[in-house]
């Protein structure tokens, strides 16, 4: 008789394929009403730490418990992924008593994970199951245990773990996002923790790369177009763009080397003039606050190399150029 949930065997190797992401797909569906106390008791338990999760775990198991602890510790969860062998072996010293230890073995029968347990204990450490057998040595011996299901592996041969993994995974991203939404962790928080590569770069705010203090050019209105240009030529960098302000300090215009390039075509007779007469009047502007891929989405928009930066109450903080965002990598 075929094991329950197991569909019949596939006719070609795409149908196997496709078997193997139904099996997975069901079996993570099949965690979402099997989700309760045990798993809000875990959750308190690990606002409630002190210390740091410690997710540890053999074989495949093993490598999801890495992946679970990365995503905790990546989201706001303290958190570092311990190898079972390593810990036998003087890594134990590690885990202190305000800790959290992830347990994970689909089988809960492990050797390597059951033999932690006795050691666990007696250096005080709150104790977390994750298994597909509750009733399992792993699952009598912790304080919760979270049900990752007994859905059959999608391995043809019953044995590689497919569905099991998958569950895992699956099961920790859910312990990990409930902890987000918590601990009220924002995109800026996330931001502090991935400083390099695509994602640091894609939530990297305009204050962290905006022109500033002497690094940017500002000049009273009624200032002529030749005091803008020496203003501009004066200021450390270059930047090639001045917010021109009133006399409360807010952004009433733009003069930048491309309207200079403009109105040459003209004569040079405008230098002598207000810079008024030439400003762009009606800048496009952002906030300090905003991200950086912002800006550059503003700049390609509006066909602009440069971007006036104002606080909330029109005021001109700083200055984005299209190199800014260049060398930060945003474009």
């Known amino acids: 008789m075929p094991d329950a949930g197991r569909e019949p065997e596939p006719r070609s190797r795409l149908e196997r394929a496709r078997t193997v992401l139904r099996m997975e797909a069901r079996a993570i569906a099949d965690l979402v009403p099997t989700l309760g106390p045990d798993f809000e008791r875990t959750l308190d338990l690990v606002l409630a730490c002190g210390g740091r999760v410690v997710v540890t775990g053999i074989g495949k198991a093993g490598i999801i418990a890495t992946k679970i602890s990365a995503t905790l510790a990546s989201t706001g969860t303290p958190s570092f992924y311990l190898h079972p062998a390593d810990a036998c072996h003087g890594d134990l010293g590690r885990v202190r008593k305000e800790d959290v230890v992830l347990l994970l ?27 597909g057998r509750p009733d399992s040595t792993l699952g009598r011996n912790t304080d919760i245990v979270l049900d990752c299901g007994r859905a059959p ?47 640091g770069r894609r939530l990297m705010k305009v204050r962290e790369i905006m022109r500033q203090g002497d690094a940017m050019t500002t000049v009273p209105v009624g200032s002529t177009a030749r005091e803008t240009l020496i203003a501009m030529n004066a200021t450390r960098g270059r930047p090639g763009a001045a917010s021109v302000i009133d006399q409360d300090g807010r952004l009433v215009g733009f003069f930048t080397d491309g309207d200079l390039a403009r109105n040459l075509q003209s004569g040079v007779g405008f230098l002598e003039g207000p810079v008024d007469a030439v400003m762009i009047t009606d800048p496009t502007t952002i906030s ?23 606080d909330a109450h029109g005021v001109p903080v700083g200055l984005v150029d299209v190199q800014d965002l260049l060398d930060a990598r945003i474009i």
């Open 105 to 131: 073995s689909n089988s809960g029968e492990s050797n390597e994970v059951i033999q932690l347990i006795a050691p666990l204990r007696k250096l005080g450490a709150r104790l977390v199951a994750m298994t």
């Open 153 to 199: 592996e999608a391995c043809p041969l019953g044995l590689a773990p497919t569905t099991s993994t998958a569950a895992l995974l699956a099961l920790g991203d859910a312990l990990a996002m409930a902890l987000i939404d918590e601990r009220a962790f924002d995109t800026e928080d996330y931001a502090r923790f991935h400083p390099g590569g695509a994602l």
């Open 288 to 310: 300090p606050e905003a991200l950086a891929a912002d800006a550059w989405r503003l700049c390609r928009e509006h066909r602009i190399d440069q971007l006036p930066v104002v």
